[in-house]
């Protein structure tokens, strides 16, 4: 019924950037919170940044002043600018978002996109 999609991920040295993107499809009603998730081996999935339906954007220490979260809801496309990458970036990440949908109100995660820092 809804899908997320990221792309954008990839191999990219220390100091560099990426962009990842998150698209949305499917019986969607309401996008309300979208966010992104980042996994490293071995360790726990952890919060990278959100952006509520109202536009409010928060982010995890780790992230602040090198990424950016936003969003296009004509697209239903949630983006993740990252700058400055450091390797211990790397990590699979993962979209997130609370959608509507004509039935239920449910939690939805994409495939995940690699993206690994290192010269």
């Known amino acids: 019924q809804v899908q997320l999609v990221e792309s954008g991920g990839g191999l990219v040295q220390p100091g560099g950037s990426l962009r990842l993107s998150c698209s949305a499809s499917g019986s969607i009603i309401t996008i309300h919170t979208m966010a992104w998730y980042c996994q490293a081996p071995g360790k726990q999935r952890e919060l990278v940044a959100a952006s509520s339906g109202g536009g409010t954007t928060g982010y995890a220490d780790s992230a602040k002043g090198r990424f950016t979260i936003a969003r296009d809801n004509d697209k239903n496309t949630l983006y993740l600018q990252m700058n400055s990458l450091k390797p211990e970036d790397t990590a699979v990440y993962y979209c997130?978002?609370?959608?509507?949908?004509?039935?239920?109100?449910?939690?939805?995660w994409g495939q995940g996109t690699q993206v690994t820092v290192s010269s």
């Open positions: 997130n978002a609370v959608i509507s949908t004509r039935l239920s109100l449910n939690d939805y």
